[in-house]
């Protein structure tokens, strides 16, 4: 954050290289004005820089850690805003549908490909196996966190599940990606928690299976809370 008092200027922290290569300039120009007019300076400064500056202060949209998680923290924090257009979803070769007890439905195109650059489908069958089979029904979200919703657990509490092989892709976790939960051994995935990001999470990238995209029903995934039960999810 930079402040601006008079003809002195604080730079208390760099929020990125970017953003001080960007202001450094006309900064400096600016500091050597003793007038009001070095304001002006900044504030064109700040636009430039994509930074709002409020009052004597200069805001940078900057990224903010998240809570740690199954689906693991990281040093940057989503971006995005729950309800905005999700990726492409070129490549979905199956269709989820997720049937919410309190109503609502959840539509995911699944990458069940053989294209590892881009598919997980050992994920996908197993996937589609339990949800036809009738696992996942009555099953709960038991974990909800402003950036992501997390199910399908059969203890219900984020302990239970086994374990499969990890299968990375380079597909990106952005709104309305869905990923496999893992403990700490990146080679083995949980075979049944699934979570979705609310947000643009690039600090999941290929750190996590990333084997499906919503394709409908974002509005309900900001609706989840812990404990809303899972009435069906069937696979086509």
């Given at each position: 954050?930079?402040?601006?008092?008079?003809?002195?200027?604080?730079?208390?922290?760099?929020?990125?290289?970017?953003?001080?290569?960007?202001?450094?300039?006309?900064?400096?120009?600016?500091?050597?004005?003793?007038?009001?007019?070095?304001?002006?300076?900044?504030?064109?400064?700040?636009?430039?820089?994509?930074?709002?500056?409020?009052?004597?202060?200069?805001?940078?949209?900057?990224?903010?850690?998240?809570?740690?998680?199954?689906?693991?923290?990281?040093?940057?924090?989503?971006?995005?805003?729950?309800?905005?257009?999700?990726?492409?979803?070129?490549?979905?070769?199956?269709?989820?549908?997720?049937?919410?007890?309190?109503?609502?439905?959840?539509?995911?195109?699944?990458?069940?490909?053989?294209?590892?650059?881009?598919?997980?489908?050992?994920?996908?069958?197993?996937?589609?196996?339990?949800?036809?089979?009738?696992?996942y029904n009555g099953l709960v979200f038991h974990r909800v966190e402003d950036w992501v919703v997390q199910g399908g657990d059969p203890k219900g509490d984020g302990t239970g599940g086994g374990q499969m092989a990890s299968e990375y892709n380079e597909r990106e976790f952005r709104v309305g990606a869905v990923g496999i939960a893992r403990g700490g051994d990146p080679r083995l995935n949980n075979d049944s928690q699934f979570f979705i990001v609310k947000r643009d999470s690039p600090h999941l990238n290929k750190m996590y299976t990333n084997f499906g995209q919503v394709t409908s029903g974002l509005e309900q995934i900001v609706k989840i809370a812990i404990g809303d039960k899972i009435k069906k999810i069937t696979v086509k």
């Open positions: 954050m930079i402040v601006w008092r008079g003809a002195t200027l604080w730079r208390a922290n760099r929020v990125t290289d970017g953003y001080h290569k960007v202001m450094a300039g006309t900064f400096e120009e600016a500091n050597m004005n003793s007038t009001v007019s070095g304001t002006g300076l900044i504030r064109r400064a700040t636009r430039r820089a994509g930074m709002t500056l409020v009052g004597g202060l200069v805001l940078a949209s900057c990224e903010i850690a998240l809570p740690g998680s199954d689906a693991k923290q990281g040093g940057n924090s989503a971006t995005g805003a729950p309800g905005a257009v999700p990726q492409s979803i070129a490549g979905a070769s199956k269709t989820a549908t997720i049937e919410l007890e309190k109503g609502g439905i959840i539509t995911i195109g699944l990458f069940g490909g053989n294209d590892p650059k881009s598919d997980a489908p050992s994920t996908i069958k197993n996937f589609e196996a339990k949800a036809n089979q009738g696992f």
